[in-house]
């Protein structure tokens, strides 16, 4: 089992930018989710074999995932942010990373979580 370790989280104003990082794992199929609290998590971007991503519609255009595998570092660039981002963000690991796996929004379909690093964005 591997535990992931996230950072590159801070707080900033609204259209300023973060790039989050995570570290240690060798799965090419993984995902950003973020969580306030009281509210379930949220896929955020993913990302799959054949270099395949997906994005939540609220992010689309604004963030950024990619995926280091010579390094095993995942990555999630965030532009031009917006309070409404402000959240806890995770990242985790695919069960079952197939060829023809999809990248998923779905957090059950995730193990392996880090601690999270917190985004915080207000004026």
């Known amino acids: 089992q591997e535990q992931m370790v996230e950072s590159g989280g801070g707080a900033v104003r609204p259209g300023e930018s973060l790039t989050l990082r995570c570290e240690a794992s060798?799965?090419?199929?993984m995902g950003w989710f973020r969580q306030v609290p009281g509210h379930e998590r949220e896929g955020v971007a993913a990302?799959?074999?054949?270099?395949?991503?997906r994005y939540n519609d609220s992010v689309k255009g604004r963030f950024t995932i990619f995926k280091d595998n010579a390094k095993n570092t995942l990555w999630l660039q965030m532009n031009d942010l917006k309070p409404e981002d402000t959240a806890m963000y995770y990242c985790?690991?695919?069960?079952?990373?197939?060829?023809?796996?999809?990248?998923?929004?779905?957090?059950?379909?995730?193990?392996?979580w880090g601690e999270g690093t917190q985004v915080t964005v207000s004026d």
């Open positions: 990302v799959a074999l054949a270099g395949r991503s």
């Open positions: 060798t799965s090419a199929c």
């Open positions: 985790g690991v695919r069960i079952g990373c197939e060829p023809w796996s999809f990248p998923s929004l779905t957090s059950d379909d995730y193990k392996d």
